[in-house]
């Protein structure tokens, strides 16, 4: 039960839910104007090499040849032929990527990507996004949920505690993690062996409290006080400790590219991808250099990454094919949404347009390119958002709109490099 003053009321205004959760999955294709799309869940992050060579057999088999990653460590296959559904999910199920079919597009888990790799943080918590899908697709109340509702599993670094999840769970230290909902400053301390059930108890009292039309935490109209009540009343309930705590602020950040040393000399490699697209034939290399590295594991990070554990070489094949490893890479920090001519509400090609504003090797704000106003995939945290108009480009730091109608790719370039610059020095 709390045993101090429950969380601060934000006054969230829920917004109005007049249809059904259209969050695209594996199974619930979307239809884009580059054909059907699929999303498919990757908890944690955590792909074998076989899952993942059976992920680019689909893609090649079904759709563009091409693997999505998104801000939320899944897949998303492009391009998907009219009436493939069914194959799709047979390929699928075969590589075991739907445990559950009922719960696949729920199974929305991130976990500090570099937990148990490089020594940092107070726990590995991959071990506790593995219970917490289990129990996520053994929970006939988890069906409920959007499939915007995102479990984030931090192991105390505060990287994916950013994120703005609906539940975390942190590692305190080797005894006691803590549940925070929401972006609330407090939270329930629980044992760290009680956290992945815990944060399923959390999302079902949501679920009880929150309505069909109420998708995310963050709706919540008054804030998360009372949910926080409710959450803890249920953890009693079932036989769990839950005491009021503060929240520190969260302070990680995405895992850097290149080579991550570990304890005991042992190394992993950090790839990424630019613009979070691969080829087939990138893919696939990621997976050969995963299984010659001995652990038979890719972890995709919600920054449009790749780790590889066990890896003790500078990817050098890797950036022959493209591939970022290296804080050089002018591509670093550089995001964008698909654009055109994938989606029809996209009033430019974004993508190529960002290409061509790259500058040399570069370090500061993040930069995302939206082709709307709905900055789709956009990521959390500061940045400069570049958003397509039908005038131009307007650009924004913090939200803040500097420029606006901006066309001359020159101009665009030399504005987009100042915009990150100056966001950083100031």
Known sequence: MPTAPGPRTTGATSPLRDRGDACPGA??????????LARV????GVLTVRQAL???????RLGDGSLHLTSRGNVQLRGLATGCAGELADLLGAAGLLPSPRHERVRNIVASPLSGLDGLGHADVQPWARELDRLLCASEAALG???RFLFACDDG??????LGADVTIVAAGDADALLRLGADDAALSVRAEDAPRAALLAAEVFLDSAGSRTWRVSELPGGTAELTRNVAHRLAAEGVRGRLSAVAPAAGSAPAPGVVAGPGGRTSLSVLAPLGRLTGAQWRLLAAVAERGGSGELRLTPWRGVILPGCDGPGADLASAGLITSPASPWLGVGACIGRPGCAKS????????????????????VYWSGCERRCGHPHGDRVDVVATAHGYDVCVR???RHTGVTAPSELAATVAAARTTAVTR
């Not at 059976?54 to 090649?60: C, E, M, P, V």
């Not at 670094?157 to 950013?162: E, N, Q, S």
């Not at 009033?347 to 504003?357: P, Q, S």
């Open 27 to 36: 199974l619930r294709l979307h239809t884009a104007d580059d054909g059907a």
């Open 41 to 44: 869940r990757i908890p944690a």
């Open 54 to 60: 059976a992920l680019a057999d689909a893609s090649q």
């Open 145 to 147: 949920l959007s499939g």
């Open 157 to 162: 670094r505060g990287d994916v505690a950013t």
């Open 347 to 366: 009033l430019a090609d974004v993508r190529a347009d960002a290409a061509a504003a790259l500058g040399p090797d570069f370090s500061g704000l993040p």
């Open 399 to 401: 939200g803040e709109r």
